[in-house]
């Protein structure tokens, strides 16, 4: 039984803030989440016409890392497109840059982004501005003017030359996120879900365990293999009798395109998979500790979604797809299939990631390995719309 006071509860004019005040237990903490804001803050110097001055904040209650703008001029043309750089911003923490106009300010209309970061930002209103960023001069005597289009209840200003029609209203170009107006674009989607598994086998089953497999479903993310040659212990601390043993594991991470779909008109022209990679174990025959450059050599494209059957065991199937071993790299050209994932030629199934060698590669003869952990998986999508 709950027992609330009348100083408390009892006031029915302030019903909803006593509900909020006598409620028992502790209110849930929320999670700490970036959100980018960028604002036009104008010129740069008093005496510079065509310099502007935009401002990247990080309104959020999480840090956000470092990223991109993306500047165009919308009227008059030229586009003159700027990807300037921010840094990682910390919580309340700012950062100003410069965008050069290609002519002085005259009624300028610019439209100004950044993409949502991979660090769990989820309000994307704030991530874009368009609009006038001075007035337009007047015009001499005998010139033709534009018209300007403002859409009810819109701030949203689209200059428009005389000669053109006006477009209805439903083919309006709409500040929204991801960016719908002429122009290109770019997005980066974090990825929306991972699953990793890993296969163990033996060189010599004389007295050790045989093959198996292992799924799991986390956001760890290892990639890569290793082997122990006349291992006292196996899979999970278990003791047996000079073994050799080796494991192999592979990621596979699926992304979230409900954001693209809501831009109908567009072209992908560009698709970068990236992740940063971390060393678990990079050793060498001997097992000491050597450097490299990375584990990831392969990624296949997921022809079926990642299941769990009752003994937990989990494999992928994909399509083989790139594989630079034995070179590896943290980042990718996945175009092809991503505009396959878009257009919905293919399941939308994602990526699987492996390392330089499978299974059959390896023997145990060493206690050679390359594992790594990836972090950050996230997917830069590149669209022009016309």
């Known amino acids: 039984m709950i027992r609330r006071t009348a100083s408390c509860c009892t006031l029915r004019s302030l019903a909803l803030a006593a509900a909020l005040l006598c409620a028992p237990g502790p209110l849930p903490a929320l999670a700490a989440e970036p959100d980018l804001l960028i604002e036009h803050v104008g010129f740069w110097a008093p005496n510079d016409d065509r310099g502007i001055q935009f401002r990247v904040t990080n309104v959020g209650t999480g840090p956000a890392s470092a990223g ?94 005389s000669e053109d029609l006006a ?30 598994y890993y296969e163990w086998t033996i060189n010599d089953p004389e007295g050790c365990p045989f093959r198996g497999r292992q799924g799991f479903s986390r956001d760890y993310n290892p990639v890569g293999w290793s082997q122990i040659e006349n291992a006292d212990r196996g899979p999970f601390g278990l003791e047996f009798n000079e073994c050799n043993y080796v ?30 990679e971390h060393a678990v174990e990079w050793t060498d025959g001997e097992g000491r500790d050597r450097p490299g450059t990375g584990c990831v050599a392969k990624v296949g494209i997921a022809t079926s979604e990642a299941t769990y059957d009752p003994a937990h065991t989990l494999d992928f199937n994909f399509q083989p797809f790139l594989n630079i071993a034995p070179q590896t790299a943290t980042s990718w050209d996945v175009l092809e299939p991503t505009v396959d994932h878009t257009l919905n030629r293919r399941p939308r199934h994602g990526f699987v990631l ?25 997917l830069t999508i590149t669209y022009v719309v016309p």
């Not at 299974?359 to 990836?374: A, I, T, V």
């Open 247 to 276: 494991w192999v594991y592979e990621t596979a991470v699926t992304f979230d395109y409900q954001i693209l779909d809501q831009v109908l008109d567009k072209r992908v022209t560009g698709a970068v998979l990236e992740f940063d």
């Open 354 to 378: 492996q390392g330089t060698h499978d299974s059959s590669q390896l023997e145990g003869e060493d206690n050679s390995k390359c594992l790594s952990r990836l972090e950050n998986v996230r």
């Open 167 to 196: 477009r209805p209203r439903g083919d309006m170009c709409v500040a929204v996120s991801p960016p719908t107006c002429p122009g290109e674009w770019t997005i980066t989607l974090p990825a929306s879900e991972s699953h990793w």
């Open 68 to 161: 991109k703008a993306h500047i165009q001029t919308l009227s008059p043309s030229p586009a003159n497109i700027a990807e300037p750089a921010y840094p990682a911003l910390a919580p309340g923490q700012s950062f100003t840059f410069k965008y050069e106009l290609a002519a002085p300010c005259n009624g300028h209309v610019v439209r100004a982004g950044v993409s949502a970061t991979a660090d769990g930002e989820r309000n994307y209103d704030n991530n874009f501005f368009q609009g006038e960023v001075c007035p337009k001069k007047p015009a001499p005597p005998g010139a033709p003017s534009g018209v300007v289009l403002r859409p009810p209840n819109d701030d949203l200003v689209i200059a428009k030359p």
